[in-house]
């Protein structure tokens, strides 16, 4: 046998877990004695232990592309019918394999900190690898130990059991890659905090090594969510796209407080302030990412997304978390006392801003995780069963989500340190403006006053970043100032104004989606219904044949005041195998909504049957997603900027650490407001 | 330098905060262990109402159907098992069923379901089944609050519901939950 199988992939998976040991003890060790060989050993173990998993992970690729059903993973998750793409995708589709690339991801984060940290000071980088190493080490135990997908089964079935064919889709295929680069990506950002807690020193140099960091785990959290989001609308079939499922909170939580950090990294790095509270937010995103990525599978959340309970797993769980959460925590305890706070700045600052941007979305993050852990707790308690819904997260979320959307516009108006209140409102009067009249269409759109105002702030935060931008430019005094001013605006305030207006997209799509509207209908061939200002008509049911499934399709024509303007196939899968029934969505989108239609079940037989569709129009329902993506690029592109980039050189002179350099004349940096209009 | 105190104690919320989350998953866990907590466990309430309306008709061969009137006349204890074939945690529940079957009889209500398979799925290794009621489009299913198969009801005489699983039953989950809620009900 040429290729490597199984047992060679359990052979790499032990290998790396044990080089992963050797990385989180030896430069801690090292770092304590000053041993400087330990110290420049960690790099070369991170990459050893990355080649490992990589040849383990290759491993159980192998087995699924090879159909080896006596890989019991394999076996119980593939089929010889199952289409190439998703015997690869199907990999990490299970519990043992997302785990395995679970650890192999967090093993991508300690080597990209290795080689593109070049510029980090030695001790300081010893000691986030080494941290790194421990997470992994524990994580590749728990793998070893209580979910090794290597485990063979003899005898070896002659087909697999298949996958369950609503994960047959190409969007979830990659959503796992994505969503886990989100949560293990913050790693990164805790190694750094629980390095500089043992440190015991945090400065602007050190927000300006974890920023990066954070900014990358967080547009890949936000992609993933987006595509999470995405999947459940168009393969549910329930005309979704958020349900306030364990799962889905799970992912939200890390977000809203990686936002917390991305935004609190950034007051570090330019004020030197808010020190001790962003080494907690550091903490706590890793601490909720690994909480909630676990916890799911340990079976006290009650989740559509099924993976295989086991206390004796979760146990396992519970205790890893303890560790690294505790530890951290713990650290966190005793030594962030004695680290001094920073720069001091008044309410009415950026600065002041990103602490009620802090505070608001730390109080979200405090609602969803009351909302997500309250129904196990209370059953514990009380012995009562209840569940909480959207009804609970509408009424809490929103309240907490609009002052946020309002200090979102205001604040990067704002100069840093101090800021005055006339400046302030002449140049948030265009965007108060644009938001008057987006409240006053909404009003007139919408049913309710909610809605409205969720469009009108929306709008309100597009139009601040709009203003911000175009001040930037110095847009309106002439040609020759935009000229002189385009090449030398940072790659950073570019994307941070459009990660907001990406963050306005999504709401307007969510509002636009609140009106959506929808019925579910029952209808013979040829008969036809008024929906939402259109006309639906079924014009056929057809049969047709897949790969691994039989499929049911539709033809419906859409039409409006007599004139078609689309025809969609809702259609029903029946894969055999698996003896499931999934429906596959019809949507036709122009941008500005989406017609959106699945097929149910029929009943009767011939020219009597009769076809149960739900029917929706979906106002500005692909804007929650497409936001989403702009949010990641805004990231991506503040990433770009040279700045920020990992490996650059520090200034010359300048940015000593527990110093920052504070650029008078503000604009050549991007930190600072353009000085007219401002005392400063 | 010295270092005050509520500084200290502030510092120290966060692992506090973590600390009593962790210790009430671990008291989930352990008691998910023992069996006495279920993340599933849904609609308690549904319990000791009266029985939802519903007749089904019976499959021939394998046993007659049933509606809401004979099931709340009989004189004993029911287990009201909602099956399918095409249920894998259903397979593994028969053996324990039918060593149920001996002390409580078992009406099973086979969810959305073709006869044939039903059939072929119950007559494979003996019925354990008393009585079966054929639930081609699952409307009976939804009147009972089921949320997947296998799904087990006790119904005691005159109809009331004391006891529900939303999971495959066992031997131990039987005479630690069920028999002690009969011998009440005798």
Not at chain 1, 550 to 557: E, F, I, K, M, S
Not at chain 1, 618 to 637: F, R, T
Request: net charge positive; proline share 6%.
């Amino acid at each position: 046998m040429a290729l490597p199988g199984a047992e060679e992939g359990h052979y790499a998976l032990a290998l790396a877990c044990v080089l992963a040991l050797a990385q989180g003890v030896l430069p801690l060790w090292g770092a304590a004695r000053r041993r400087r060989t330990l110290l420049e050993l960690a790099p070369a173990l991170c990459f050893a232990q990355l080649a490992a998993l990589l040849l383990s992970f290759a491993c159980l690729v192998i087995s699924a592309v090879r159909d080896d059903f006596s890989v019991e993973n394999v076996a119980a998750n593939s089929a010889l019918s199952k289409p190439l793409l998703y015997k690869i995708t199907g990999v990490w589709g299970n519990h043992e394999g997302s785990i395995l690339l679970w650890c192999l991801i967090l093993a991508i984060c300690g080597g990209a900190v290795a080689w593109f940290g070049r510029g980090l000071p030695l001790v300081l980088k010893a000691r986030v690898l080494a941290i790194l190493g421990a997470v992994s080490t524990g994580f590749q135990l728990f793998c070893l130990l209580t979910s090794d997908p290597f485990a063979r089964v003899w005898p070896a079935p002659a087909d697999g059991q298949g996958m369950n064919p609503l994960l047959q889709d190409p969007g979830l295929a990659f959503h796992p890659p994505v969503l886990y680069t989100g949560y293990v990506g913050f790693a990164v950002p805790f190694a750094f905090a629980v390095a500089a807690l043992i440190e015991g020193r945090v400065d602007a140099a050190w927000g300006r090594w974890v920023r990066p960091w954070a900014v990358t785990a967080w547009c890949f959290l936000t992609l993933g969510i987006a595509m999470g989001s995405w999947w459940s609308y168009y393969v549910l079939g329930w005309g979704g796209y958020w349900f306030w499922d364990p799962v889905e909170n799970a992912s939200l939580i890390p977000w809203l407080t990686g936002t917390a950090l991305v935004h609190s990294a950034i007051v570090v790095e330019k004020r030197d302030a808010l020190r001790i509270w962003t080494v907690l937010l550091a903490i706590a995103t890793f601490s909720f990412s690994l909480s909630g990525t676990f916890l799911v599978r340990s079976g006290i959340l009650n989740s559509v997304h099924a993976f295989a309970n086991d206390p004796a797993r979760g146990l396992f769980i519970l205790l890893l978390l303890a560790l690294v959460i505790g530890g951290s925590l713990l650290l966190f305890a005793w030594r962030a006392p004695s680290l001094v706070s920073g720069g001091i700045f008044a309410p009415l600052s950026r600065e002041g801003g990103l602490v009620l941007n802090n505070i608001l979305l730390c109080a979200l993050c405090a609602v969803v995780v009351t909302g997500t852990m309250y129904p196990p707790f209370m059953q514990i308690l009380t012995g009562r069963t209840l569940s909480v819904g959207k009804p609970f997260f509408d009424a809490t979320t929103i309240p907490l989500a609009l002052p946020l959307m309002a200090a979102m516009a205001a604040g990067v108006l704002l100069p840093w340190k101090r800021g005055q209140m006339r400046p302030l409102l002449r140049r948030l009067r265009p965007a108060a403006a644009l938001a008057f009249l987006g409240l006053i269409g909404g009003l007139a759109t919408c049913t309710g006053i909610i809605p409205a105002l969720c469009a009108a702030f929306a709008i309100w935060v597009i139009a601040g970043s709009v203003t911000d931008l175009a001040l930037r430019l110095g847009l309106g005094r002439g040609h020759g100032m935009l000229k002189q001013r385009l090449p030398h605006l940072p790659r950073a305030v570019w994307g941070s104004a459009i990660a907001h207006i990406g963050a306005g997209v999504t709401v307007l799509g969510l509002t636009g989606m609140s009106q959506a509207q929808h019925r579910i209908v029952e209808l013979g061939i040829g008969q036809s219904v008024h929906q939402g200002a259109l006309d639906w008509t079924l014009t056929a049911i057809r049969q047709e044949k897949g790969p691994n499934y039989r499929a049911t399709l539709a033809d419906l024509t859409v039409s409006r005041n007599g004139r078609e303007i689309a025809i969609m196939h809702p259609s029903r899968r029946d894969f055999t195998a698996q003896h499931q029934v999934t429906t596959d969505v019809a949507i036709r989108t122009n941008l500005l909504r989406d017609l959106y239609a699945a097929l149910g079940e029929s009943h009767g037989e011939g020219k009597a049957a009769r076809h149960v569709l739900r029917l929706h129009v979906n106002p500005l329902a692909p804007w929650i997603w497409l936001g989403g993506v702009i949010m990641a690029l805004g990231g991506a592109l503040s990433l770009s900027d040279r700045r920020h980039r990992f490996g650059a050189p520090r200034k010359p002179g300048g940015q000593g650490a527990g110093r920052i350099a504070r650029s008078p004349s503000g604009t050549a940096d991007g930190t600072g407001r353009d000085p007219e209009g401002v005392a400063s | 330098m010295t270092i005050p105190s509520r500084r200290r104690l502030l510092m120290a919320l966060p692992v506090a905060g973590a600390g009593a989350l962790g210790l009430g998953c671990w008291k989930i866990l352990s008691s998910m262990e023992e069996g006495g907590f279920d993340p599933r466990a849904i609609r308690t309430e549904a319990m000791r109402h009266p029985l939802p309306d519903f007749s089904l008709g019976g499959l021939p061969g394998a046993g007659e159907g049933f509606d809401t009137r004979t099931l709340s006349r009989t004189g004993e204890p029911v287990l009201v098992n909602f099956f399918a074939s095409w249920c894998i945690p259903c397979v593994a529940e028969m053996d324990a069923l039918r060593k149920i079957a001996r002390f409580l009889p078992i009406w099973g209500i086979a969810y959305k379901d073709r006869p044939e398979d039903a059939r072929r799925f119950v007559l494979r290794d003996g019925s354990p089944y008393r009585r079966i009621g054929l639930d081609p489009d699952g409307m009976t299913a939804i009147e009972w609050g089921v949320t997947g198969v296998p799904e087990s009801f006790l119904v005691l005489p005159g109809g009331h519901i004391a006891w529900h699983a939303s999971a495959a039953l066992d031997a131990r989950q039987f005479e630690e939950k069920v028999l002690p809620l009969t011998r009440e009900a005798k």
